[in-house]
């Protein structure tokens, strides 16, 4: 396995938004807002990617910290259909 120091998720800014940050794919094909679905990339690979205001390299421990601090919004809107009132539990406590 390579070893991670001077690797990098490339993040890109266009289309991220207030909802989720968005890294490109492996091989940069297509994007996502998972870290662990993101490639990882070389410091060559990314001078050939990163562009000023639109994307930007993260390198990849800061970028699994962030991971750790944030949920994706689909995963919030299943918790709110899935969550039980207390009413609909069986002794009424939350």
């Known amino acids: 396995m390579k070893s991670l120091s ?9 289309h991220s938004d207030n909802d989720a ?8 094909r297509g994007y996502t807002s998972y870290i662990s679905e993101a490639g990882i990339y070389s410091e060559s690979e990314v001078a050939g ?3 000023e ?8 421990e800061f970028a699994k910290g962030l991971a750790e ?3 994706p919004t689909h995963l919030l809107t299943e918790l709110k259909k899935s969550s039980l009132t ?4 069986n002794d009424g406590n939350v």
């Open 6 to 14: 001077n690797r990098y998720l490339i993040l890109s800014l266009k």
């Open 21 to 28: 940050l968005y890294w490109y794919r492996p091989n940069s």
């Open 49 to 51: 990617h990163v562009m």
């Open 53 to 60: 205001a639109v994307t930007t390299a993260v390198p990849i």
């Open 69 to 71: 601090l944030s949920v």
């Open 86 to 89: 207390p009413q609909e539990t």
